[in-house]
């Protein structure tokens, strides 16, 4: 089965400070590929679905991309109410598998 | 805007109790699904459902039931609540795409806390 894997776990950010998420995962083929933002004691918030290698979405300061084996959520010039965790996920057989989530923090 | 529903955010009961939580959605999805999400384990399924009187079990069915009556309703019931049953309860929805199965985006709900003591 699928195995998705999000790195960092945490990352913490000036204001201002531009970085990247990775979410990277086990099988290729042509499968979707979700991001969500979840803020604390919330459902998960959808963000973006990305199908096709080189595929790119963007939101705000938010901008996903595709390969055939990762998906990178870049963010630009974040702002404090950037912060939240963000979960990727992969459609598997059924159902969607996700990340463990990376928690990110935007100092002022 | 879809709209996916929980009947409570928060929710304390004693271990022993029948408990019931109810997801309610407005955008006539065909699918959904009951997840539970714990620190350090992420969201896990626990059953999910394609239609009406339909369900299939997810990773995690033990010590847990649904029932789905009507499309918009799908109802997830702890028969016998138990203190490892604690947790964030998450609801979703997706639409059936014929032509594009494999990007059904999936729609949460607010979340239920559930404590058992």
């Known amino acids: 089965e699928d195995q998705v894997t999000q790195s960092p776990e945490a990352l913490r950010l000036q204001e201002g400070e531009s970085s990247s998420l990775n979410c990277s995962y086990t099988?290729?083929?042509?499968?979707?590929l979700f991001w969500y933002r979840q803020d604390p004691g919330k459902g998960p918030e959808f963000l973006f679905t990305?199908?096709?290698a080189g595929e790119e979405k963007e939101k705000e300061r938010l901008k996903a991309t595709l390969t055939k084996k990762e998906s990178f959520l870049h963010i630009t010039a974040p702002k404090p109410e950037d912060s939240a965790t963000y979960l990727c996920a992969r459609q598997g057989a059924q159902k969607l598998v996700f990340g463990q989530g990376t928690r990110l923090t935007i100092n002022p | 805007d879809v709209k996916v529903t929980q009947s409570s955010r928060y929710l304390v009961k004693r271990t022993g109790e029948k408990v019931f939580l109810e997801c309610v959605q407005d955008?006539?999805?065909?699918?959904m699904f009951w997840y539970r999400q714990d620190p350090g384990l992420g969201l896990r399924l626990i059953y999910f459902s394609y239609d009406v009187k339909m369900k299939e079990k997810g990773d995690i069915p033990e010590g847990y039931s649904v029932s789905r009556e009507k499309k918009e309703r799908f109802s997830l019931i702890l028969e016998s609540a138990s203190t490892n049953q604690t947790s964030m309860y998450l609801c979703?929805?997706?639409?059936?795409?014929?032509?594009?199965?494999?990007?059904?985006?999936?729609?949460f709900g607010p979340g239920t806390r559930l404590l058992v003591l």
């Open positions: 099988v290729s083929g042509l499968r979707g």
């Open positions: 990305l199908y096709s």
């Open positions: 955008m006539d999805h065909e699918n």
């Open positions: 979703a929805s997706s639409l059936i795409q014929l032509a594009a199965p494999n990007q059904e985006t999936q729609y």
